[in-house]
């Protein structure tokens, strides 16, 4: 699809948000980024604003509340942030025939399988977190049936420092002990090959339900061993503990893996972790473009 009309972006200043500008700008597309100060997507009359001042010829959204333990605690803005503002979203999406594509997380599923979780699988989500996102995509699919709706997991990118890759390969350069979960199997996810599959599959007009993450299940310890490793770090300072240890507030599928009846589009996550190993080293020796927040 070719148009001078801007991809919108919700949520601009999270690791999906920043990621997506980042890639359209790469690719050429036009693109908005707005921030949850100029578009807040719980707000009716915040999303009509934004559609007439940017006419839009689709909405990524990429907002959304993260914190999983707090959660718990909070879980009506949880459901404002994850559920309600989604689900506007794809109302007023369906009232200007716009694509809508939205994201969804591993965490609706309860673990209780030992084969990767296909789109057609029950949810049955452990959290707070997990029951935002399983309303929210229920939600988005009934007012908007041709939404895309993107589960993933476990991002890890070097354009956000907010992930667990990151936090790993820094107390290893500081020599520092590291430690991570090793009863939690997960399906990580580079968030480059994440954003240009999404985008390609917002592209080539794809619907419903997708499972979109690197190929190949691991442990959070397991994750941190293999990325100190192809860094060269000492992978020792890596401690395994049981997901119990951590003192969570919110409850963890102990399986979580996706898989996807629509095939793999992505490469292994060791491809991911030799990428973002590089995207460091690169990020390190230039300044990246700032990013227009409107």
């Not at 939205?102 to 707070?128: K, R």
């Not at 009863?183 to 990580?188: A, E, K, T």
Request: proline share 6%; aromatic share 6%; hydrophobic share 45%.
């Amino acid at each position: 699809m070719l148009t001078t009309q801007p991809l919108l972006i919700t949520g601009a200043k999270g690791t999906l948000g920043q990621a997506f500008w980042r890639v359209c700008r790469m690719r050429g597309l036009a693109v908005v980024a707005l921030d949850r100060a100029a578009l807040d997507i719980a707000s009716t009359n915040s999303i009509a604003q934004a559609l007439r001042e940017h006419q839009p010829w689709a909405i990524v959204n990429a907002a959304g509340y993260v914190r999983v333990d707090e959660a718990e605690m909070d879980e009506a803005r949880c459901i404002r942030e994850n559920t309600t503002g989604p689900q506007l979203l794809a109302k007023a999406c369906a009232a200007h025939h716009l694509p809508l594509l939205t994201f969804s997380s591993d965490l609706v599923f309860d673990g209780g399988q030992s084969a990767p979780y296909l789109e057609s699988d029950a949810p049955c989500p452990l959290s707070a977190y997990g029951r935002s996102k399983w309303q929210a995509e229920q939600a988005v699919l009934a007012h908007l049936p041709t939404a895309l709706v993107v589960r993933t997991s476990a991002f890890f990118s070097a354009w956000d420092p907010h992930n667990f890759v990151h936090h790993a390969l820094m107390a290893a350069r500081a020599g520092q002990p590291f430690a991570a979960a090793d009863d939690l199997l997960i399906s990580p996810t580079y968030v480059p090959d994440l954003v240009n599959t999404a985008l390609d599959l917002l592209l080539d007009e794809a619907q419903g339900l997708w499972h979109l993450t690197n190929q190949g299940a691991c442990t959070w310890a397991e994750l941190a061993r293999l990325a100190l490793t192809l860094a060269g770090l000492d992978a020792a300072g890596v401690v395994p503990q049981p997901a119990a240890s951590f003192g969570w507030a919110a409850s963890r599928p102990g399986y979580s893996v996706l898989g996807s009846a629509h095939g793999a589009l992505l490469p292994s996550v060791e491809s991911g972790l030799h990428r973002h190993l590089a995207d460091e080293r690169l990020l390190g020796s230039a300044n990246p473009p700032a990013m227009l927040l409107i």
